[in-house]
């Protein structure tokens, strides 16, 4: 076997392999290609923008009310959880509905005040938005201190009974900064 032969014959193996790694879905009469895979979760593209109202990785200090952005592709529910620096795990809001198709503001009543914790919340702290087209049932308690795998494992299981196609997460990000 020649050296170019080798390459190709190398190649290809390559090829295979890669590709033995994708999920090809064929529809009848519709050639498409489906599920994402966000945070080891396989979900649908619907979240198509979520962001705070200040952009992603703004600063607030505490006190400062924080609101969301998001827009999705159809009618559903969100629910928002956080990770703190320090790894605290805790829920925003469960099961608020947005319209498809338009920016929506969360929370849309009220507000959401950022606090410090003693200290604990300042730095970057992580938000995840959960698509699901019915009301989540509360499987899942997001409270308490986190590994990163554990906040994943916890929306994996609160996604689950949702088909692939109908739910979503995506995540942004702030900044918690001392008062001067």
Known sequence: MTFKQSRLLISLA???LALTACT????????TLRGTVRFGVE???????????????????PGDSISFL????????ITLTSIS????????????????????????RGRFIVSSRG??????????????????????TYRGVWSDSDWTQSIRVELEPFPVT???????????VRRR
Do not use: C, H, K, M
Not at 24 to 31: H, K, N, Q, R, S
Not at 70 to 77: A, L, V
Not at 119 to 140: I, K, S
């Open 14 to 16: 390559a090829l295979t």
């Open 24 to 31: 090809i879905t064929f529809v009848p009469g519709d050639i």
């Open 43 to 61: 979900v649908g593209d619907i979240i198509t923008r979520f962001e705070p109202t200040r952009g992603a990785g703004a600063r607030y200090r």
């Open 70 to 77: 998001i827009r999705t592709t159809s009618d559903g529910y």
């Open 85 to 108: 620096p320090d790894g605290t795990v805790d829920v925003f809001q469960r099961n608020i509905f947005v319209r498809g198709g338009i920016d929506n503001i969360i929370p849309t």
């Open 119 to 140: 200290g604990r919340d300042y730095g970057v702290n992580r938000v995840r938005a959960l698509f699901t087209p019915e009301p989540t049932r509360g499987r899942v």
């Open 166 to 176: 109908a739910r979503d997460v995506r995540e942004t990000s702030f900044v918690i």
